[in-house]
């Protein structure tokens, strides 16, 4: 699927666009019936990119308890196999060129009861120049005012890197936030969808999420996007390699 011009014109005003119904049923039965597999260990994932919510130990770690599934296409062809979706890259190429890699990808489970996180910017967590990643975030579940979705500032990535000074504690991990005084509430636009609809946003748009304050899960996947062209900032020795979706190598750049 290829945008059209008013949704590229529309990604670069606001930061971030819904597409309704871009995932299949069976493509959206298939990620949840991966997602059952990893919580009862019935495939091999490793526990180290799996993480749980606050408190959750033990017999607790299940489907319910589940926070966030990191790295999941490096460890799943299921997840790799998503993320070449024709229809994701010809839709990355209108916004991003004909070049394409996958930074990587995360599963937020938001299980019922499931925290909130805060204001922050995907990008000080990346580390690539341009700062210009664009992530597609699948909705696995229907998204809601009540169970957690995404609530975004329009047209905050045109705006530059925010200072990210506030420490965010989720359980015992230390994580970080941008101050409350530095978000224009006036802009807030919350995300909601339905199940298999995706929304795309920007690596430099503020974004947060609310707690899910409903007995359902709210999964979303989201897979991250960048230019072949995009280049490295952090210590040569400790750059991942990227596999290529489309297009070309640059082998001066990631």
Known sequence: MKLSANQIDQFGRDGYLIVEDFVSSERVQALTQRIEDIAAGRTDFPEACIEYEPGATGKERNLNSLRKINSCSIHDPLFFEHARTPAFLDAMEGLLGPDLKQYGDQLFMKPPGGMEKTYHQDSAYFNIAPMNIITIWVALDDVTLDNGCLWV????????????SEKWMVGGRQDKRVPDNAIDRNREKPIVMQVGSCSFHHSLLLHRSGPNNTSEHRRG??????????????????KPDYPLLRGREFPACV
């Open 153 to 164: 500032v329009a047209g905050s990535h045109k705006e530059g890197l925010v200072d990210h």
């Open 221 to 238: 996947l989201a897979t991250h996007y960048m230019s072949s062209q995009a280049r490295w900032t952090a210590a040569p020795e400790d």
